[in-house]
């Protein structure tokens, strides 16, 4: 029979609310093995006649006796008709000695690689997974068009049927191949063809791909300073090394690339407009950095994360638009022009890297989901998402200028905001010493998502302070977080 510790054991796993959704039978069987596991039971110990043990713990025969034949089909008891049943020597063999078993696994510490690790300790890259206030990239999703999207989506499974559940060919599926190529040279001046457009899952794939097929461990990448923390840890993760260079109203300097005492073979921008700052990368430095990627056989890596929303005129020609030398990777998403469950990134890529990155990608998911990427084509050739973009892009600026306002009014005394031209988010520098982490936290316990800004910098004295996101709330709600922000900070003023 059991010892009264070892049914006590049984029936406290039993009773634990995390196995609640096993069957009763399986919870018995389960708890035993865990007494075999933890070598509580030894080898040949006899196990409780199925009646009493039932008996013990309030279940029925059948359910005992299911639980034994589980067991005994798995190795880790013997049954002999007349005798009863007890502990296999086999399973002594594969769960070790016992509780010298469990003395070596308390030594046994996590191993990850030199890679893993860092990448482990780095934090990955957070996503806001409810569009609290103030997340930044975070789209107004609550008036997409759903009935239009549906009704596209029936129409893909009516013409595909079945062959729109297999899967979609690694470099994405044609129609939205297509799709993207016409998009992008229309509205972004790309120079695009489908068979140079990869689609993926997000930007942060693209990024990744880049940084582990362009370069090789310990080469140079230029990066803006400050960056877009996603790229910065892709490039960190491949084991690059980021050089920063500096900005200012219009952009990366670029003169620091043909200055500059360490050579990079490569480049990242985010030129339609900076992250975080909002610049639009001037012209004649657009045109500069694809003349230094020309000369020095580097690669010009372009996210254009949210080109869409631009408040001041047109948005300006792509890069890679304006490449004739084939240097440049363009990225896109739309995550942030969309809804971020949509999971379709793409990039435009030169003729020769094409292959390279298919292969590639398919060590990483092999491909995206063919339901959305063939409703997601009719809806850019429908004109649909042409329209959402001009209806987002109007809805957002005005949100833009209420959140402008709102801070000026109610947190002046902390910060001073830097209104962009384009983008989804605002950045604000403190105006007085504040301790940025505290006050993120701060933010955080109390509803409010912020993005510090300090991490973002790589180099020389960063500035302090936060983005602010505005597309996902509507002016009443941006109101009232603004003000509960205001308290935030105030408190944590008032305790220092």
Not at 45 to 51: E, F, H, I, Q
Not at 173 to 192: F, H, K, S, T
Not at 300 to 323: M, N, R, W
Not at 410 to 423: I, K, M, N, R
Request: proline share 6%; with cysteine; glycine share 8%.
């Amino acid at each position: 029979m059991f010892k009264h510790a070892q049914l006590e054991s049984v029936k406290a796993w039993m009773d634990d609310p995390a196995h609640g959704a096993l069957p009763l039978y399986a919870r018995v069987q389960r708890a035993i093995r865990q007494l075999i596991l933890d070598g509580a039971l030894d080898t040949g110990k006899p196990l409780p006649a199925s009646r009493a043990l039932a008996s013990s713990l309030g279940v029925s025969r059948d359910t005992v006796e299911s639980a034994y034949s589980q067991l005994h089909a798995e190795g880790f008891i013997e049954r002999h008709v007349g005798r009863g049943s007890f502990v296999s020597a086999r399973a002594q063999r594969l769960s070790g000695r016992g509780t010298a078993r469990h003395a070596v696994a308390r030594q046994d510490t996590l191993r990850l690689s030199r890679r893993g690790s860092a990448m482990y300790r780095d934090g990955g890259v957070r996503d806001f997974l409810t569009p609290r206030p103030f997340a930044p990239g975070v789209p107004e999703t609550r008036s997409f068009a759903l009935q239009t999207w549906e009704r596209l989506e029936r129409q893909v499974l009516k013409e595909y049927g079945t062959q729109a559940l297999l899967h979609s060919p690694p470099q994405g599926m044609e129609p939205l191949r297509r799709a993207i190529a016409d998009y992008v040279n229309l509205e972004r001046g790309a120079r695009a063809t489908p068979e140079r457009v990869l689609v993926l899952t997000s930007s942060q794939q693209a990024l990744t791909l880049c940084a582990t097929m362009l370069l090789d461990v310990g080469e140079r990448i230029f990066i803006e300073d400050p960056v877009y923390h996603g790229a910065r840890k892709a490039f960190d993760a491949a084991g690059l090394e980021c050089l920063p260079v500096p900005l200012d109203a219009d952009g990366m300097q670029v003169d620091h690339l043909h200055s500059a005492t360490q050579t990079g073979s490569a480049v990242f921008l985010t030129p339609s407009h900076q992250f975080p700052t909002g610049a639009t990368l001037a012209l004649d430095r657009r045109l500069a950095v694809i003349e230094w990627a020309h000369q020095q056989r580097a690669w010009i890596i372009e996210d254009d994360y949210d080109s869409e929303f631009h408040y001041a005129g047109k948005p300006t020609a792509c890069v890679q638009g304006l490449d004739p030398h084939e240097r440049t990777i363009y990225i896109g998403t739309f995550t942030k022009s969309l809804f971020p469950g949509l999971r379709i990134g793409y990039m435009v890529l030169p003729s020769p890297l094409v292959a390279p990155m298919t292969v590639a990608r398919t060590l990483l998911d092999g491909h995206s989901a063919p339901i959305p990427q063939l409703t997601l084509a009719r809806f850019i050739e429908g004109g649909h998402f042409g329209a959402h973009v001009r209806t987002m892009r109007a809805v957002y600026a005005e949100r833009r200028d209420v959140l402008a306002r709102l801070v000026r009014e109610h947190l002046s005394d902390f910060v001073e905001p830097h209104v962009p031209a384009g983008g989804m988010q605002m950045p604000c520098v403190f105006v007085r010493d504040i301790p940025e982490r505290e006050a993120v936290d701060a933010a955080r316990r109390a509803g409010i998502d912020l993005l510090g800004l300090t991490a973002l910098h790589a180099s020389g004295k960063p500035k302090a302070g936060f983005l602010m996101g505005f597309a996902a709330h509507a002016p009443g709600e941006l109101e009232i977080a603004v003000k509960k922000l205001a308290r935030v900070l105030s408190a944590l003023t008032l305790r220092r």
